[in-house]
C-alpha cells in the first residue's frame, strides 16, 4: 500500500529505498557519494537520518537537521551537471514505489526546486570557479 500522506515514517522509507539505490548506482553518482559517505552501514545509516531530518523540515515543518547542505555540495570534487538528472530519477523511482500521486508530486517539485538551486549555484554562478 502506497503512502496518501508525508510523515516521518514514510521520509525514513524513502530514504531507505532512494539511498539504497545511490549506493550501487553505476552511473558514477554511486562512487562520488560512497566516496564521501564511506561503504560501511553505520556511516550510510547516520546519513539517512541527516537527510531524513532534512526532508522532515522542508515536507512537515519539523526535525532537528543541522546542516549547510549548499556548501556540503559545493565542496565536492568537481562531478558532471548530468548527475543531478540521474538523482532526481533515482528520487522519483523511489517515490513512486512509496507514495501515492499526490504526494509524491508534492515531494518531487521540491527536490526539482533544490536540485535548480544547486545546481545553478554550483555551475552558472560562477561561485565554484
Known amino acids: ?27 558514477g553518482l554511486g562512487a562520488l557519494f560512497n566516496q564521501r559517505v564511506g561503504t560501511g552501514e553505520e556511516e550510510w545509516k547516520a546519513h ?15 526535525g532537528d537537521y543541522k546542516g549547510q547542505p549548499m ?5 565536492l570534487p568537481p562531478f558532471p551537471r548530468e548527475f543531478f538528472g540521474r538523482w532526481l530519477e533515482l528520487f522519483n523511482e523511489s517515490l513512486e514505489t ?26 552558472d554562478s560562477g561561485h565554484a570557479e
Open 1 to 27: 500500500m502506497k503512502y496518501k500522506q508525508i510523515n516521518t515514517e514514510s521520509i525514513d522509507k524513502l530514504m531507505d529505498i532512494f539511498y539504497g539505490k545511490i549506493r550501487t548506482d553505476k552511473s
Open 48 to 62: 539517512k537520518i541527516k537527510i531524513a531530518n532534512f526532508w522532515y523540515g522542508m515536507l512537515l515543518g519539523e
Open 71 to 75: 556548501k556540503a555540495h559545493l565542496d
Open 98 to 123: 512509496l507514495f501515492e500521486p499526490e504526494p509524491k508530486m508534492q515531494i518531487l517539485k521540491r527536490a526539482e526546486m533544490i536540485a535548480q538551486r544547486f545546481q545553478f549555484m554550483i555551475f
